[in-house]
């Protein structure tokens, strides 16, 4: 079975500064897997997607992630936070292959930007 | 913008009711998913349509059910609500029974008293 943890359920970081979500998964296989940022009272938007090509991956917004084999982590970074990034990130695995794309989405983690 | 619309945009209902909630997918997807928000947590899987039947189901109970109309259209239905039903559904769509990058609606925020 496939799962997601994500390792702090909230990141405060100060504008300018760098940020890091951390983000460990579980799979049978290789998998598929996603960042997504919620803002307050909005549906989910994808930042990147990591599908077997490229182990270093970049998004939208300055986001990238590095999918870690041996470490089973996909964590999110971005150089320079700024304060339109205060949001819900998640972390998700897609499910199995044969099981039409159900996505499983690790708890979130909130992070806050500081001026 | 994601071009996946969903109405209504919130809603209350009382315990024991029945709510249905409405998703239109984007332009050319023929695949739809709806998943459930509890306040703090991440989105679980409720179901899944693809060409207007049913591609999986998460561990929801039956009284969710769904439809997917020939445009790609999808409901929710839940009867006999209940209180811990209160939560943001958001309806996702993509192409293809195995297509990946799933792009969301704003959702729909139901709350049961």
């Known amino acids: 079975a496939q799962s997601v943890t994500q390792l702090d359920s909230h990141v405060s970081v100060s504008e300018g500064t760098p940020v890091l979500l951390r983000c460990n998964y579980s799979?049978?296989?290789?998998?598929?897997l996603f960042w997504y940022v919620q803002h307050p009272n909005k549906g989910l938007q994808l930042l990147l997607k990591?599908?077997?090509?490229?182990?270093l991956v970049k998004g939208i917004n300055g986001f990238e992630a590095e999918f870690k084999k041996s470490e089973t982590s996909f964590h999110l970074t971005k150089p320079s936070a700024h304060m339109s990034d205060a949001a819900e990130y998640f972390c998700v695995v897609s499910s199995s292959y044969n099981q039409g794309g159900k996505l499983i989405f690790g708890q979130g983690t909130e992070l806050s930007v500081k001026p | 913008e994601t071009g996946v619309t969903q109405s209504p945009t919130h809603l209350i209902k009382t315990r024991g009711q029945q709510v249905t909630l409405r998703c239109s997918s984007q332009?050319?997807?023929?695949?739809v998913s709806w998943y459930q928000q509890a306040l703090g947590q991440g989105p679980q899987f409720i179901f899944q349509?693809?060409?207007?039947?049913?591609?999986g189901r998460g561990n929801f109970p039956p009284r969710f059910s769904g439809l997917q109309f020939p445009n790609y259209s999808s409901e929710l239905n839940v009867n006999a609500l209940e209180l811990d039903d209160s939560a943001l559904y958001l309806c996702?769509?993509?192409?293809?029974?195995?297509?990946?990058?799933?792009?969301f609606g704003p959702g729909t925020r139901l709350l049961v008293l």
């Open positions: 996702a769509s993509t192409l293809g029974r195995t297509g990946e990058t799933q792009y």
């Open positions: 990591y599908t077997s090509a490229a182990t």
């Open positions: 349509y693809y060409r207007e039947e049913e591609n």
């Open positions: 332009s050319g997807h023929n695949t």
């Open positions: 799979s049978s296989y290789s998998p598929s």
